[in-house]
C-alpha cells in the first residue's frame, strides 16, 4: 500500500515537472493572441468650425497606418501618411480642416466640411479591408 502511493506522488511530480517543461516554451504573445482589441473610430464631429473624427487604439500593439484611408459615404478620402503609426491607447482626431498636425490631431487640409449629419465614416486598412465603422452599421 505504501508503494502504490509512492508510485502516485512520483507521476504526479513527474506529470507536473512534464507540464512545466511543455510550458516553457510558451511566450505571452501565444497567451494572448487574439484578445487583441480593434482599432475602432470613436466618435465623429459635425460640427461647422471643427469637424473629425477620432480613431482608437485600445490594443496591445501599435498599429501602422500606411495605405490606411478614412472615406465618407460620398468617397471623400483621407489618406494617412506613410509611416503614420498609433501607439496602444493611444487615439487620434482627423479634423476635415487645415491645420498643424501632431500625434494627437491629424489635418486633412480641406476648406470645405465632409461629414453630413449622420454620415457613416469608414476606416480601411492597406488591404482595402474595412476596420472600422462609426456610427456602427447593423
Known amino acids: ?5 509512492f508510485v502516485q506522488i512520483v507521476l504526479l511530480i513527474s506529470a507536473l515537472f512534464l507540464g512545466l517543461a511543455v ?3 510558451v511566450t505571452p504573445g501565444d497567451i494572448m493572441h487574439g484578445t487583441d482589441e480593434a482599432v475602432t473610430i470613436t466618435g465623429l464631429s459635425y460640427a461647422d468650425e471643427d469637424e473629425w473624427v477620432e480613431i482608437a487604439n485600445p490594443g496591445m500593439a501599435s498599429q501602422d497606418f500606411t495605405f490606411w484611408t478614412l472615406v465618407d459615404e460620398e468617397n471623400n478620402t483621407y489618406s494617412f501618411s506613410e ?4 501607439t496602444p491607447g493611444a487615439a487620434v482626431k482627423v479634423h476635415t ?10 489635418y ?4 470645405d466640411l465632409v461629414w453630413d449629419d449622420g454620415e457613416v465614416a ?12 462609426y456610427p456602427e452599421s447593423s
Open 108 to 111: 486633412w487640409g480641406r476648406d
Open 97 to 106: 480642416s487645415q491645420g498643424n498636425g501632431t500625434e494627437n490631431d491629424l
Open 83 to 86: 509611416g503614420f503609426v498609433l
Open 23 to 25: 510550458a516553457e516554451d
Open 1 to 5: 500500500m505504501k508503494n502504490s502511493k
Open 122 to 133: 469608414t476606416l480601411i486598412d492597406a488591404n482595402s479591408e474595412i476596420v472600422a465603422q
